[in-house]
């Protein structure tokens, strides 16, 4: 069963600038540790800098107003294949739990100027 769906779009530019403007105050606030040192470590680290920022985006939009979200209770991680996928902590680890959402699928996408992201929430019945 589908709980929500949620998808956000980003230009690349505008976090690049906020990122470049805020250092570390911006990114420790919206980003874990981990999802900064991945991005970091890519030859072009705004693209997917952008591209977890619309999934964080885009999960917001899949729960709904039912639970106050912290950017950091939601991390963009990968799989060794690549394959991103979502890690909830804080309240909306709870929040999932209460609401029997078992798993959230994840597709990011990006080019040149434009990140999209797009969070499917899948619920038990």
Do not use: Q
């Amino acid at each position: 069963m589908i709980y929500g769906i949620g998808i956000d779009i980003i230009k690349i530019e505008r976090l690049k600038t906020v990122a470049e403007k805020w250092g570390e105050k911006f990114l420790l606030r919206v980003f874990t540790k981990n999802e900064i040192a991945y991005c970091y470590a890519k030859k072009e680290p705004y693209l997917s800098l952008s591209v977890r920022f619309a999934a964080k985006e885009a999960m917001i939009k899949a729960i709904g107003s039912g639970v106050p979200v912290a950017f950091k209770d939601i991390e963009v991680m990968n799989y060794d294949s690549g394959r991103p996928f979502i890690k909830v902590s804080g309240l909306l680890e709870a929040f999932f739990e209460k609401k029997l959402i078992r798993c959230a699928h994840l597709s990011l996408s990006h080019e040149k100027e434009y990140g999209v992201a797009c969070v499917i929430l899948e619920g038990s019945l």
